[in-house]
C-alpha cells in the first residue's frame, strides 16, 4: 500500500459539527425549532451520500452537554425532534444498511428518547455499510470525566494496574471505543470552534469551517468537502521522507 500521506484517499471517518439551524430559521422570521426540522432533513440527505463517497463513518452533533442552557421549549422541542426522527427514519436506515449508534450521557435524557434509541441501535446492529453515530447530550470534557470514573474503579477493583494506564487504555473508556478517530470535522455557520466536541478524538483530524448554515448545506457541498480531503497532506508530526 501506498504510504504517502498526499495519497487521494477520502476521510474513512467523517464527524460534522451542524450549526447554524437557529440564524437560519431567524433570518425568515421564523421560530428556532423550524431550522432545526430544516436542519433533520439534511441529516438525511448527507447520512445517504456516505456510502457512495466511501465514507464508511458518519458522526453528528445533535445536542450538547451545554445545549441545556437554551430555554425549555427549545430543549423541549429538539428532544421532540429527536424522537420523530428515530422513529420515521428507523426503517429506511435498516434498509439502507446504516448502523446507527448514540454515544453521550445518557441519564440526562429521557426515558422515551432511550428506549427509542435503544431500538435503533439494535434493529441496526448487524448492518455495516455506513455506520451513523449521534452525539446526543455529548461534550467531550464530560466524555473524558465519565471514561476516567470508569477506568478508576476498574483499577479500584484490580481489573487495572495504574502503570498500565497509556495512550491506548484511555480510549477503551470512551463512549466512542469501537470507533476509528474521525479524519475530517466539518463545522457550518462559520464558527471557527470546536465546542467541545470529540475532543480525545480528534486529536490530529483535518478540520473544514464552512460558512453555509446546516440546513443549507447540501449533498454537493458535502462532496467538494469529503473530495478536498484528499489533498491535504497529513503529517502526524513526521517529516515526510
Ligand atoms: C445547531 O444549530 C443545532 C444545535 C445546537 C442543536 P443552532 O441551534 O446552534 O443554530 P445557531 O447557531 O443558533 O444558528
Ligand atoms: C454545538 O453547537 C453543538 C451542536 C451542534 C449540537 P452550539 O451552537 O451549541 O455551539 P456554540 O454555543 O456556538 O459554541
Ligand atoms: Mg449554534
Known amino acids: 500500500m501506498d504510504a504517502d500521506s498526499t495519497s487521494l484517499k477520502g476521510p474513512r471517518h467523517v464527524a460534522i459539527i451542524m450549526d447554524g439551524n437557529g440564524r437560519w430559521a431567524q433570518s425568515r422570521g421564523r421560530p428556532r425549532l423550524f431550522g432545526h426540522h430544516a436542519g433533520a ?9 456516505c456510502k457512495p463517497l466511501e465514507v464508511k463513518y458518519l458522526t453528528i452533533f445533535g445536542f450538547s452537554t451545554e445545549n441545556w442552557k437554551r430555554t425549555q421549549s427549545e430543549v423541549a422541542g ?4 429527536f424522537r420523530q426522527y428515530i422513529r420515521k427514519e428507523t426503517r429506511s436506515l435498516k434498509k439502507e444498511g446504516v448502523r446507527v449508534r ?5 441519564v440526562r435524557l429521557d426515558e422515551k428518547l432511550v428506549a427509542l434509541m435503544d431500538e435503533l441501535e439494535l434493529l441496526t446492529a448487524e448492518n455495516d455499510d455506513v455506520h451513523l453515530t449521534i452525539a446526543l447530550n455529548y461534550g467531550g470534557r464530560d466524555e473524558v470525566a465519565r471514561a476516567t ?18 495512550e491506548e487504555t484511555l480510549p477503551k473508556y470512551l463512549d466512542t471505543y469501537v470507533l476509528p478517530d474521525p479524519d475530517l470535522v466539518i463545522r ?3 464558527e471557527a470552534r470546536i465546542s467541545n466536541f470529540l475532543l480525545w478524538q480528534s486529536a490530529y483530524a483535518e478540520y473544514e469551517f464552512i ?4 440546513p443549507d448545506f447540501s449533498e454537493e457541498e458535502f462532496r467538494k468537502v469529503v473530495s478536498a480531503f484528499g489533498m491535504r497532506k ?5 517529516v515526510p521522507a
Open 149 to 166: 470514573r470508569r477506568l478508576a474503579f476498574d483499577i479500584q477493583a484490580g481489573n487495572l494496574l495504574p502503570q498500565d494506564v497509556d
Open 102 to 106: 448514540f454515544i453521550g450521557d445518557r
Open 78 to 81: 429538539l428532544m421532540s425532534l
Open 188 to 190: 457550518t455557520s462559520g
Open 234 to 238: 497529513r503529517r502526524f508530526g513526521a
Open 41 to 49: 432533513k439534511r441529516v438525511k440527505e448527507i447520512v445517504r451520500a
Open 211 to 214: 460558512d453555509t448554515l446546516w
